[in-house]
T-cell receptor, first 112, second 112 residues
Framework: GQQVMQIPQYQHVQEGEDFTTYCNSSTTLSNIQWYKQRPGGHPVFLIQLVKSGEVKKQKRLTFQFGEAKKNSSLHITATQTTDVGTYFCAGGHAGNNRKLIWGLGTSLAVNP | KAGVTQTPRYLIKTRGQQVTLSCSPISGHRSVSWYQQTPGQGLQFLFEYFSETQRNKGNFPGRFSGRQFSNSRSEMNVSTLELGDSALYLC???????????FGPGTRLTVT
């Protein structure tokens, strides 16, 4: 069936280090979405990528969508303690059976 | 624009009881999805409704059911509660099934 694998599951970094999480889909996606869930909170939508090879930036966050629209990455430059949380990707499927397939998330811990 | 609301926010039930959770989506959103979240388990997709029809369903037993009303408000029901049903239940609304989702604060269910 359709799956979205997300790695790593956990990541500990020192404040100031970079961080990257990856998503890989077993099927071609119509879009990829990224969400952030702070401890004790609920997932919050960060961004959506739609085009093959698309790259978007939000301050220190860089999001990429692969050429084949089957993989994506989120890169954080110079992490801060405010980046702590779990980052989820979700792959969109259009067509007759529209749905989102979620990755299991990457939990990021940042040591000050 | 008001966000997604979920009621109740906290609930304590006994094994064997049943529970109904409610979700009011963002105005204009016709898709409502439900998720179960337990520590370390990511977001487990329960089901998704669009215009009162269940469009997608996750791998949960039949004790978990839901419905959506004509005003897009949604309810989920869990019958014959088990200890393992203790979790945070999140509702999310969106314009379409594969579009960005906006989450409510969740209902924290504890089964004793």
């Amino acid at each position: 069936g359709q799956q979205v694998m997300q790695i790593p599951q956990y990541q500990h970094v020192q404040e100031g280090e970079d961080f990257t999480t990856y998503c890989n889909s077993s099927t071609t996606l119509s879009n990829i979405q990224w969400y952030k869930q702070r401890p004790g909170g609920h997932p919050v939508f960060l961004i959506q990528l739609v085009k093959s090879g698309e790259v978007k930036k939000q301050k220190r966050l860089t999001f990429q969508f692969g050429e084949a629209k089957k993989n994506s990455s989120l890169h954080i430059t110079a992490t801060q303690t405010t980046d702590v949380g779990t980052y989820f990707c979700a792959g969109g499927h259009a067509g007759n059976n529209r749905k989102l397939i979620w990755g299991l998330g990457t939990s990021l811990a940042v040591n000050p | 624009k008001a966000g997604v609301t979920q009621t109740p926010r906290y609930l304590i039930k006994t094994r064997g009881q049943q529970v109904t959770l409610s979700c009011s989506p963002i105005s204009g959103h016709r898709s409502v999805s439900w998720y179960q979240q337990t520590p370390g388990q990511g977001l487990q997709f329960l089901f998704e409704y669009f215009s009162e029809t269940q469009r997608n369903k996750g791998n949960f037993p039949g004790r978990f059911s839901g419905r959506q009303f004509s005003n897009s408000r949604s309810e989920m029901n869990v019958s014959t509660l088990e200890l393992g049903d203790s979790a945070l239940y999140l509702c999310a609304s969106s314009l379409r099934e594969d579009y960005e989702q906006y989450f409510g604060p969740g209902t924290r269910l504890t089964v004793t």
